[in-house]
């Protein structure tokens, strides 16, 4: 079985750039959500997309957008990057039952500068 | 969303001790919780999970007991060994685990003493 796995690890971009990160889903899962970890607090929720479309957001600007693919990996695009934009981005996927706990991959790390 | 907290931000333990991790949430409509585990360098690893309608649920070593009265949840590691240091994390949810993410806490830093 395949873990969830995540491109790149770590990433450094200037200001006012975007970025998009990548996210391959644990196999047998068609549910994907993308979490921001700044240093030293928990994991804040994104969104989540299944069936290739944006099921669920969080509290985060429109400049977060994201994708599924039909084999249900992802990507995360942020538009217009800030400071404060600095974190690690997780992603986790899942199965769409509701007994199902997300499993993570190991993020990747973004610095804007 | 209401928030997910953590008594302690440290916990120290002796090696072979067991460990209790404490989690505080303020969401009565939560139904669903859950314990990461985060090794540095690493994302969250999945502990064991436990819906609102059981009061404790046991894995390997593991033990999660929820309290719906005072909305208390704590992980119990039986007979803690050095690969247990890490960041401890309860997340919650109110909606069956579904489309409105998992809220998080701050996170517990358990250490292992020899």
């Known amino acids: 079985e395949t873990g969830v796995t995540q491109s790149p690890t770590h990433l450094i971009k200037t200001r006012g750039q975007q970025v998009t990160l990548r996210c391959s889903s644990q196999?047998?899962?068609?549910?994907v959500s993308w979490y921001q970890q700044a240093l030293g607090q928990g994991p804040q929720f994104i969104f989540q997309?299944?069936?290739?479309?944006?099921?669920g957001r969080g509290n985060f600007p429109p400049r977060f957008s994201g994708l599924q693919f039909p084999n249900y990996s992802s990507e995360l695009n942020v538009n217009a990057l800030e400071l404060d934009d600095s974190a690690l981005y997780l992603c986790?996927?899942?199965?769409?039952?509701?007994?199902?706990?997300?499993?993570f991959g190991n993020g990747t790390r973004l610095t804007v500068t | 969303g209401e928030s997910v907290g953590l008594h302690l931000p440290t916990l120290s333990v002796q090696e072979g001790d067991n460990s209790i991790i404490n989690c505080a949430y303020s969401?009565?409509?939560?139904?669903?919780f859950i314990w990461y585990k985060q090794e540095s360098g690493k994302g969250p690893q999945f502990i064991i999970d436990?819906?609102?309608?059981?009061d404790k649920r046991q894995g390997q070593r593991v033990t999660v007991l929820l309290n719906k009265t005072v909305k208390h949840l704590s992980l119990q590691i039986a007979a803690t060994q050095p690969g247990d240091s890490a960041v401890y994390f309860c997340?919650?949810?109110?909606?069956?685990?579904?489309?409105?993410?998992?809220?998080f806490g701050k996170g517990t830093h358990l250490i292992i003493q020899p």
């Open positions: 986790a996927s899942s199965f769409s039952g509701v007994n199902s706990p997300l499993h």
């Open positions: 196999s047998g899962h068609n549910t």
């Open positions: 997309y299944y069936r290739e479309e944006e099921n």
């Open positions: 969401n009565s409509a939560s139904d669903y």
């Open positions: 436990i819906r609102s309608n059981m």
């Open positions: 997340a919650e949810n109110d909606r069956g685990g579904g489309a409105d993410g998992l809220t």
